[in-house]
């Protein structure tokens, strides 16, 4: 069923509007123009702190909101903020008030831009049109963000088939995202299709990009390269270009032309904090230590209102300190980003960045005892990135000469993710590192057998009905590997089928789902275990 | 520090200062709205004509200042015709009113979206719209249509038409400034420059200048044409 729909005017005399406006004599001015535009309930604010509380204790319709706040958040960052925290729903208009055409319009990724840009000055009529559109396309929109957030991308797409039949009024940003959800659902000959079709039209930027991106995907590292590199001359201010050609001269093994690009895209857009972040960490492997210090100690500047972790500005500044003999600044620089930062990710880098500066300071037992806890906890992590944190934990332990841990770690993380081998080659490299060239493979292999062992001995025994025994083959491998998803999802489907065919117990029920939720947490996209809890929750549910 | 460096900074500033005065100015003039117009009123709408040419030489000199360093974003994106004409169209309407003009628009039918540069192309046009209005004995027009070179925006008067040496001299170039006829030259600079930043194949975007008669759109006074292909 529909419901009725609403006129645009309506909408605006229902909804509750927040005005951000540093500038006295602006804000008085602008909320005269919205009353007069039939807003009724204007609410102001004078910066993004005051703007920050209001959004979180009331839920606006639409946010104008000026780019340039004063000290303290930009509108920019207020609205990631926003974003981020769910202070705006999928419906809120938000429309960013400038007062000239900047690098910033056109700079930020197409899901952290506002709805809007107004150039200064605005009329009374220039306002209460785009505001009527606005409001009019965003709630027609809604649907599809609301999908999107959920990560239903069938449904996203199903509902953007829906606009295009109902002739949208947002054309070319539905056509965006159709392109973007077919690469997010693997649909990638679509995708292509779509950019290119686009580009039959014009020489649009995005369609570009996203060209690019599938050819990426196609290996054809050369081609995409080609085509950013004509995205960035035609679009010079298109900085999405920047990055993206930025990642593929980085897996070229073109570090220097990588950071010479960084470079031109952050003198374009020198307020972009993940960008000098990015440019900071290509500088520091090319050894650019002046280069990199530069970008780290802006992006942490710059960061300082933002609400968006970004960890490696602090990560880098500090080895850079350490290596250059500044190990207690590398210290204040952790506890900094400690404050700033609560996440797991925050902690436990910076715990082995300060194990490189203890042991800099000649502190051998404390950087010692450090490195052992750290291996404790970065192996019991179970979050989708915990592995990649690990390896990197790692690789800083080595380079503090905390061999021992390290290996330890090292040894963990191969035997768990035995089957990855984008990580294998991480932890490999390491390995060969600290001169154990081949513990790696050996390792893995071992890993490999064990498990593979494991899951062929219980398909026989379960063909041969020992479930039990089966059961056990699996659990002696999941003590062995408690972090890989492949074993941990086959234990759960044995055990699916001891319950099946013996009856209830609550405690291997309870240790199926403690498999299928560490599994969920290590790979939250992994349709197996979606797939083995719905079967639980069948067989729970029948009489 | 180089001396362009605080031009813009402070054409920035000024920026914001006439943005308010503008707002201002558009304010008292809706709560003295009379008729006839009264003295006070026409003066108000003078001074707001000549906020906005101080706003429209602001933008344009950032805009100038930005594309020469390659600093400007340059975005061409898919433009809904229909709704750009009436944005530029609500920003001269209050001006036309107390002016007691005419103003028409005329667009094709069933033109579809073109890609151009919004915020450019807007203020060429815009500041092309304001002549008009000020030079304009009766009516002002703006019309669009596709050409064999793509799409024409067209804004057409029926005054006086442009003075002689501007038709001559066409579209400055930097050196070619004459800054004794009392023309800065300035916007049909800047038209050119934005124009111009539009290609598609071997087509550039290009304007032009013309006093009427003969020409399609005209209506006897000044006739300004930007053509994106």
């Given at each position: ?210 060209l690019a991106q599938v050819r990426v995907h196609a290996g054809d590292l050369a081609g995409a390269r080609a085509l950013l590199q ?14 993206e050609l930025a990642s593929v001269l980085q897996t070229q093994g073109e570090g220097?032309q990588q950071?010479?690009l ?282 | ?229």
């Open positions: 069923m529909k419901t009725p729909a609403t006129a645009p005017e309506d909408k605006l005399r229902a909804s509750e509007f927040l005005l951000v406006e540093d500038f006295e004599a602006m804000r008085t001015v602008l909320k005269g123009q919205l009353l007069r535009c039939g807003a009724q309930r204007v609410d102001t604010a004078k910066d993004g702190r005051e703007a920050a509380a209001m959004l979180r204790a009331k839920p606006y319709g639409v946010v104008m909101c000026d780019y340039n706040l004063g000290p303290g958040k930009n509108g920019q960052q207020l609205l990631e903020e926003a974003r981020l925290k769910n202070w705006i729903g999928p419906a809120t208009v938000w429309l960013m008030i400038t007062a000239e055409k900047t690098s910033i319009m056109v700079s930020a990724a197409a899901e952290d831009a506002p709805d809007d840009y107004l150039l200064k000055p605005i009329t009374e009529s220039l306002l209460q049109t785009r505001l009527l559109k606005l409001v009019e396309r965003k709630s027609a929109m809604a649907g599809i963000a609301v999908a999107m957030k959920a990560q239903d991308w069938r449904g996203a797409l199903q509902l953007c088939d829906e606009q295009m039949a109902a002739g949208t009024k947002s054309l070319a940003e539905v056509l965006r995202l159709q392109a973007q959800l077919y690469q997010k659902l693997d649909e990638w000959p679509k995708a292509q299709a779509l950019y290119e079709s686009v580009l039959q039209r014009g020489q649009i930027a995005w369609a570009k990009l996203g004509d995205a960035v001359r035609e679009h010079p201010q298109y900085l999405e270009a920047y990055d220097q950071v010479a960084l470079e031109r895209a952050v003198n374009l857009s020198p307020n972009s904090a993940h960008r000098q972040s990015a440019l900071g960490v290509a500088a520091q492997a090319q050894g650019q230590h002046d280069m990199a210090e530069r970008a780290f100690s802006r992006a942490i500047k710059l960061t300082e209102f933002s609400a968006v972790e970004d960890l490696e500005p602090f990560l880098g500044l500090a080895k850079l300190h350490t290596e250059a003999g500044a190990p207690s600044e590398a210290q204040k620089l952790i506890a900094t980003m400690g404050q700033r930062y609560d996440s797991h990710d925050a902690q436990l880098l910076g715990k082995a960045e300060q194990v490189r500066a203890l042991q800099a300071m000649g502190d051998k037992a404390g950087a010692a005892k450090l490195a052992g806890e750290l291996v404790a906890l970065s192996a019991d992590e179970t979050t989708p990135g915990a592995a990649d944190t690990a390896a990197r934990i790692a690789e800083t332990l080595i380079e503090a000469q905390q061999a021992d841990a390290a290996t330890e770690l090292l040894n963990y993380l191969t035997r768990n993710h035995y089957d990855d081998e984008r990580l294998l080659k991480r932890t490999q490299l390491a390995f060969e590192r600290m001169g154990l060239g081949a513990s790696g493979g050996d390792l893995a292999a071992a890993a490999r057998r064990e498990a593979t062992n494991a899951m062929k001995d219980s398909m026989q025994l379960m063909a041969a009905g020992d479930t039990q025994a089966a059961l056990e083959s699996l659990r002696s491998a999941k003590t062995s590997m408690p972090r890989n998803t492949r074993v941990l999802l086959n234990f759960a489907a044995v055990a699916l089928t001891c319950l099946q065919r013996h009856g209830r117990s609550a405690t291997l029920e309870a240790e199926m789902r403690n498999s299928i939720a560490t599994a969920q947490a290590l790979r939250p996209d992994d349709a197996r275990a979606a797939d083995l809890l719905q079967q639980l929750k069948r067989w729970s549910d029948a009489p | 520090m180089d001396i362009s460096t605080f031009v813009a900074a402070a054409a920035h500033d000024m920026k914001n200062s006439v943005s308010v005065i503008a707002a201002y100015l558009e304010d008292a003039l809706a709560k003295m709205a009379t008729e006839p117009p009264s003295a006070a009123t026409l003066s108000t709408v003078q001074a707001l004509y000549e906020t906005q040419r101080v706003n429209g030489n602001l933008v344009q000199l950032m805009a100038i200042f930005k594309i020469e360093e390659g600093m400007y974003p340059f975005e061409p994106a898919e433009v809904a015709l229909d709704e750009f004409a009436n944005e530029l169209l609500g920003r001269v309407r209050p001006l036309v009113a107390l002016k007691g003009l005419d103003l028409q628009y005329d667009i094709q039918a069933d033109m579809a979206d073109w890609i151009f540069d919004h915020d450019l192309i807007g203020s060429v046009v815009m500041q092309s719209l304001f002549n008009a209005v000020r030079y304009a004995s009766h009516t002002v027009r703006l019309s669009m249509r596709v050409t064999e070179h793509g799409l024409a925006i067209e804004v057409a008067d029926d005054g006086q038409g442009f003075p002689g040496f501007m038709l001559e001299q066409g579209f400055p170039s930097r050196q070619g400034i004459d800054t004794r006829t009392g023309s800065t030259g300035l916007g049909l600079y800047f038209s050119r420059l934005a124009a111009g930043l539009h290609r598609r194949g071997t087509q550039t975007g290009s304007t032009r200048l013309a006093n009427g008669r003969g020409s399609t759109g005209d209506l006897g006074g000044g006739h300004f044409i930007v053509e994106l292909p």
